[in-house]
């Protein structure tokens, strides 16, 4: 006589393939097949890494152990939020790679002329910037405010139990990236200070392998932001300051870091200014998708401010 399962096992296996066939897996693993095939064809080898594979199998276990047993709804919102996001990272970071290794002539001069056009001459911003210690600092802590931002997010639309405002965040963010790396792609640049020897960034060693065509070897958790058209961090501090909305003085305390944010891209990112106007443009429209797509469901403020 066949000894019977507890029911809590009989679960794991449907809940996890209901997991897989959500859209948000479902494009996340295309992706990430697409990727493969590509990197393959490329000489682009990925390692996941053993940190970043613990930051995904962690919070993935914990969030199904949270759904299989009913309870810690709250601990399974947070991990799910952070195993959502850092499995965007780990599809998302590669694509940059894929699109420097398209080759397409660097756009470095017409970037320039642009700024100049505009007023701004990059190369004098990023020596007063390393002129000034203290600027220099304020503006590198904006700068890597990124992690701690999204964890941040995470953790407080999970407690707050405004999961609406992290598919917000999602959406925005993964379509943000896909639309960075496909004008990325065919409008690629090395930096402000490439051509005048001014920092040398160590992302740029890896622009250099990725678009001479060699094979090269990445660990995602040491792979580097390397597009510049538009600017990726300009457009998280419009993703970050626009989800934080509507919610006291929180939302004023995030538009102030996150203006600095877009700022530091210009120095600390070695962007140009026309990058960091792109970024905002691209997820202007995509808020204004999000909002009338119906993608992220009931994106009226005022049917979903009921949390705070």
């Given at each position: ?70 309870r810690?709804?709250?601990?399974g ?22 699109a420097a ?54 953790v ?12 917000e ?114 997820t202007?429209?995509l ?22």
């Amino acid at each position: 006589m066949q000894e019977a399962r507890p029911a809590f096992f009989d679960r794991i296996w449907p809940e996890t393939l209901r997991i897989a066939r959500s859209p948000i897996a479902l494009i996340l693993f295309a992706t990430a097949l697409i990727e493969l095939v590509w990197g393959l064809l490329i000489g682009l080898r990925v390692n996941l890494g053993p940190i970043v594979g613990l930051q995904v199998v962690i919070p993935g276990a914990v969030a199904l152990l949270c759904r299989m047993i009913g309870r810690l709804r709250t601990i399974g919102a947070i991990a799910d939020t952070i195993f959502a996001w850092t499995v965007i990272a780990v599809v998302g970071t590669p694509l940059t790679y894929l699109a420097a290794r398209a080759d397409f002539p660097l756009r470095d001069g017409l970037f320039r002329s642009l700024d100049l056009r505009l007023g701004f001459d990059g190369l004098k911003w990023v020596a007063t910037v390393n002129g000034h210690p203290w600027l220099h600092a304020v503006l590198a802590i904006a700068y890597g405010s990124m992690g701690l931002q999204v964890l941040f997010c995470c953790v407080l639309f999970a407690l707050t139990r405004e999961m609406w405002r992290f598919r917000e965040m999602f959406w925005l963010a993964w379509l943000g990236l896909l639309i960075t790396c496909l004008i990325s792609a065919f409008l690629p640049a090395a930096g402000i200070t490439a051509r005048y020897a001014v920092q040398d960034p160590a992302w740029r060693e890896h622009l250099t392998i990725l678009r001479g065509g060699r094979p090269i070897l990445a660990e995602i958790g040491g792979m580097k932001g390397i597009v510049f058209f538009p600017s990726y961090h300009a457009e998280l501090a419009i993703i970050f300051a626009y989800v934080n909305r509507n919610a006291g003085l929180l939302s004023w305390f995030m538009l102030g870091l996150n203006a600095l944010m877009m700022v530091s891209a210009l120095s600390e990112g070695d962007h140009y200014l026309v990058d960091v106007i792109a970024g905002i443009l691209v997820t202007s429209g995509l808020i204004l998708l999000l909002r009338y797509s119906g993608l992220v469901e009931g994106s009226s403020d005022d049917a979903r401010l009921t949390a705070r």
